[in-house]
């Protein structure tokens, strides 16, 4: 059974770091597309970067210079480095894979990331 794992998340000040990472049981990592997204309170999921099996990055106007993803198929692994954080970047963060928005049975259970003072 696949399952994702995300972990990373915390508290931390505007202007900080956190580095969220993602574990993939299974042998599919490797040749997904893979996406970090995020829901607020309120708000709907969104898809803040995307990395291809390839290593090739895309990202959310939202986090683009501020966000770095990637990944690590030897250990099943995809990052997300965000720096100089916002309030505004307080959401659930979830990995899934970038196909169709996400596939429903891989959605795990989060990691949450408050940025406040």
């Known amino acids: 059974q696949v399952q994702f794992v995300e972990s990373g998340g915390g508290l931390v000040q505007p202007g900080g770091s956190l580095r969220l990472s993602c574990v993939v049981s299974?042998?599919?990592?490797?040749?997904?597309?893979m996406g970090w997204y995020r829901q607020a309170p309120g708000k709907q999921r969104e898809l803040v970067a995307s990395?291809?099996?390839?290593?090739?990055?895309n990202y959310a106007d939202s986090g683009k210079g501020r966000f770095t993803i990637s990944r690590d198929n030897a250990k099943n692994t995809l990052y997300l480095q965000m720096i100089s954080l916002k309030p505004e970047d307080t959401a659930v963060y979830y990995c899934?894979?970038?196909?169709?928005?996400?596939?429903?049975?891989?959605w795990g259970q989060g990691t949450q990331v408050t940025v406040s003072s």
């Open positions: 990395i291809s099996s390839g290593g090739s990055t």
């Open positions: 299974g042998s599919i990592f490797s040749i997904l597309p």
């Open positions: 899934n894979a970038d196909v169709g928005g996400g596939i429903k049975v891989y």
